[in-house]
């Protein structure tokens, strides 16, 4: 589990591509200090396990599926990539609880300049959007943001200097590709509802086995 406050930025130096998986290989410093071979690493908010590392850098496997829904396939060697390592049970929570398992990429359709902060509109397909809400969490390449506006196909967010200084949306362009990961609240509470439904257990029902409203 990770909290969507990215550690560093890291730099990929390798990409060893199979038929349908990839070994990203990723300079780092700050995460490799108490790094270890099974570790989970977020990488631009997806979920990594460390099958190897050195002094200064570290080797993730992807597979078939990551590829497909994350942003990932295209990297190059010299892209930059967000890095959190999984929380501490005695850490700090300061942003909002992410899985590394992202729902799927979003497009950056404009960026604008407001005084300190940097507003991002994100393009995202119907089936992402249905779980944001105005002044709810999203992860945004691993970033624990907080949704500032909802448009008909997108949502926004604006970011303050300090967070686009010290991850990679200061260097996202319109038109770059982000991985997006819902608050997974909103999943589990429509998973439960969907299964309550199924149920047959209806207002009717409860009445007609002695439920009285108002007691």
């Known amino acids: 589990m990770f909290t969507g406050i990215v550690e560093e930025t890291g730099v990929v130096r390798a990409v060893r591509r199979g038929a349908k998986s990839a070994a990203l290989t990723i300079a780092a410093k700050e995460i490799l200090g108490d790094i270890h071979v099974g570790d989970s690493i977020a990488v631009s908010g997806v979920c990594l396990t460390v099958t190897s590392f050195s002094s200064g850098e570290f080797t ?3 597979m078939h599926e990551t590829l497909n829904r994350s942003s990932l396939g295209g990297l190059r060697p010299e ?20 899985s590394g398992h992202i729902n799927g990429t979003g497009k950056i359709t404009s960026i604008q300049k407001d005084d300190n902060a940097v507003w991002y509109e994100i393009k995202a397909e119907p089936r992402i959007l249905r779980y944001i809400i105005e002044k709810g969490s999203v992860a945004v390449d691993g970033i624990s943001l907080t949704v500032a506006g909802l448009e008909k196909g997108s949502f926004r967010v604006s ?14 362009r319109v038109g770059d590709t982000v991985n997006i990961e819902n608050d997974c609240i909103g999943k589990y509470v429509e998973r439960l509802l969907g299964a309550s439904a199924a149920s047959n257990i209806t207002t009717e029902f409860l009445r007609k086995f002695g439920y009285q409203e108002g007691l």
């Open 60 to 62: 993730a496997d992807v």
């Open 79 to 98: 892209s930059a990539v967000n890095l959190e390592r999984a929380v501490a049970a005695n850490g700090r929570f300061g942003g909002h609880i992410v």
């Open 159 to 172: 970011v303050i200097p300090h967070t686009a200084k010290n991850t990679t949306l200061s260097q996202k």
